[in-house]
């Protein structure tokens, strides 16, 4: 079942936790309560393709995908 919680402490970004129609939890901070709105949708509208690929390949992509940025953006340090 879907369900949802965002929440803020003081000083701190939103916590925002989401549950798709699979029972798969996500977890995620932003700036703004819509960054969270607008994610919450995004995983919602995309739960059928997240379910169908191996979370592992998944976030292999995304590794790959902060070791182009930091590249891109001349940092000093590299993700290994």
Known sequence: MRDYSITKKSGQLHNCKVI????????????????CINWI???????????????????????????ELDKKNNNLRDIL
Do not use: V
């Open 41 to 67: 949708y995004y995983i919602w509208e995309n739960e059928k393709k997240f379910n169908n690929q191996n979370s592992q390949e998944l976030l292999g992509r995304a590794i790959l995908n902060c070791k």
């Open 20 to 35: 798709d129609s699979y029972g798969n939890k996500y977890q995620n901070y932003f700036d703004t309560e819509q960054e």
